[in-house]
């Protein structure tokens, strides 16, 4: 269980099989993301079509809704939402420490209040994997505190209590059929990195995660820290870029050897209306596609771009048509998971180092990060 | 073309073929509505699975969003929405109608202000013809104007109006291969219905409609006006009643040889969170679902019961995720698309008569209307 084998690399780039309780992950992968418990406005048949194979949820909105013990009773996460191949949680972390002003870290754990009603709650490192292991996903991680990369001294406090709550979250767990990552931090500090991911790496994780990367530092800064950290990080076990990302994101991921990523992009940018085009991020909503015979992508295999008209797509969003959302979702999540499996093909074939400036090229104009664009 | 072939027969109840220039359409029949050229929240792709052979879309919506003209220019309807099926397109009467205190009318047409932008459009016989025809559906309606069951001396205008509008749609149209459906009114006077049957039949339309029924007569009223019409139709046109509707209103309206039936009803139940169920409706926000792990209803064969429990789709309506309304959606018209099917297996088997009190009883708890459920 939880065997990485590698099939084939090209540079720092690799690509294999992940082993899980739900079925093998060809790596590198991109996973859609199903916070609660459904990825937003498509069936798990639609999901499956579109390529997907690894789908995230989030702990800490499951714990609230419907709760991880009423998931447990419903014979866990991929019984409930009927997603029946392999399925990771995050730790809960990101979204808690997200909530400004209404929680409280001590370096036992994480008081804060809900989003949904105001209740108070906490989180320990020890909390977060038995709600993990009641949700029963196949990739588990670890508890983490995520700083502000422009803050250097509490990136290190924050660093450290990871590194001790990542040793806690390893002694809590009991169920040997989750893969428990453990998650690096250090945020944009090179030194605070390397420490991070050589304390991280000596722990007997199963898989590797870096965290605390794509929360605002810039991309320069996030290619650096992947450029000191990913070759210290051992060769036999998956990594995984966590909340990461746009199309150029995800090649210049693979490029430095991440092997998972997961990102709302695809979805969220459906929800404005947004979708990746060779021609840059289309706003579907403008007025210039209203007669406009074309798919959103000529060169596109999804449902979508086989199926409807940017003019069609068009009068759905201005009509309000919540279908819309369903058929941009389709497409956007389609075109980050071909560009997976055109790198994985490219790795395979060892062309993939000569082939991805063509492919950051093609995606230059669809890399705006969603705050930008 | 239009041919109507009929297979069996059961006291009134009937079984056919309507020959349209997208296929054949067995009857009786359910045509889910699509009103903005969508069935809400469904893929065309899923709106087939369902077993749906017909999709109804109107004619006042599409004109004002985005345009008769627009559709026409993409191709048509069909093209435009990809429903490659049969479609039905209604004359924009019955919602021009509806906007009451903003619409004017007189013998040549109406006069109406949009509920988009407030702007001022006019409707004729002539005008819906048009209109209907740039969106190109397999039958098209006459413009017709509907009255209130309960205002006499009201009916006899608008069912006079209608007479004469319907044969100004019948000098109007141009293309021959829509099939313009006849409209009759008269309210619940059964004179009135009697001498609208007898009129719109003498005319030479492929197929009759029931118009001016399920706008807030009772159930008795309703049957009686059947009861009084459908002996005076000919018995080789296709029979449509309007804007109907429950389980009950459709095992009721077969019995007495309706052949095509279309109803928002479905969809709309279930961006209620109601599903349609042997135990009566469901309304699935119910906290009593909350570790419920049958499905909605376990005889059913679509792809929510197949897949999900009542837990599920309650977390997903609780949690907001639009998942819901798609998930329900599919169960409340493979409900009343399956109904259809029963029924015409047992016409076909010579069983209906006997089968339909029974069928009657099963769906009694169902029956309903959505304003008073």
Not at 35 to 63: C, D, F, M, S, W
Not at 275 to 289: I, T
């Amino acid at each position: 269980m939880f065997e990485f084998t590698l099939d084939a690399r090209a540079g720092r780039a690799r690509t294999g099989i992940f082993h899980t309780p739900h079925g093998g992950l060809a790596t590198p992968v991109f996973a859609p993301v199903g916070t609660q418990a459904a990825v937003k406005t498509l069936t798990p048949a639609q999901v499956r079509e579109i390529g997907a194979t690894l789908v995230l949820a989030n702990t800490y909105h499951l714990y609230l809704r419907p709760g991880d013990e009423l998931v447990r009773e419903m014979g866990g996460l991929h019984e409930f939402m009927q997603w029946l191949g392999p399925l990771l949680t995050d730790s809960g972390g990101f979204q808690v420490f997200s909530l400004s002003g209404t929680r409280k870290i001590d370096d036992d754990g994480v008081t804060f209040k809900s989003h949904v009603d105001g209740s108070t709650h906490r989180f320990t490192p020890e909390k977060s994997i038995a709600i993990q292991e009641n949700l029963g996903a196949d990739i588990i991680m670890a508890f983490d505190e995520c700083s502000d990369p422009n803050d250097h001294a509490y990136s290190k406090i924050a660093m450290e209590r990871t590194h001790r709550w990542a040793e806690r979250c390893l002694a809590a767990r009991t169920r040997d059929d989750q893969a428990l990552f453990g998650i690096l931090q250090g945020g944009v500090d090179p030194d605070l990195r390397i420490a991070s991911a050589e304390f991280i790496a000596s722990l007997p994780f199963p898989g590797l995660a870096i965290g605390g990367l794509s929360v605002g530092e810039t991309k320069k800064e996030m290619h650096d820290m992947l450029d000191v950290v990913m070759p210290l990080l051992p060769e036999d076990k998956p990594r995984y870029l966590m909340g990461v990302g746009t199309p150029e994101d995800l090649i210049e991921g693979v490029r430095r050897g991440v092997d998972i990523f997961d990102c709302v992009l695809p979805t969220r940018l459906a929800r404005h209306n947004a979708a990746f085009s060779p021609e840059g991020r289309l706003n579907l909503m403008n007025a210039a596609y209203a007669r406009d015979k074309r798919p959103i992508d000529e060169t596109c295999d999804c449902y979508t771009c086989r199926t409807f008209t940017r003019a069609y797509l068009r009068h759905l969003i201005v009509a309000k048509e919540l279908l819309a959302g369903t058929l941009l979702s389709i497409h956007n999540l389609r075109a980050l998971i071909r560009l997976m499996e055109t790198m994985r093909g490219y790795i395979v074939e060892g062309i993939f180092e000569e082939k991805a400036p063509m492919l950051l090229k093609l995606w230059k104009n669809n890399a705006k990060r969603m705050d930008n664009g």
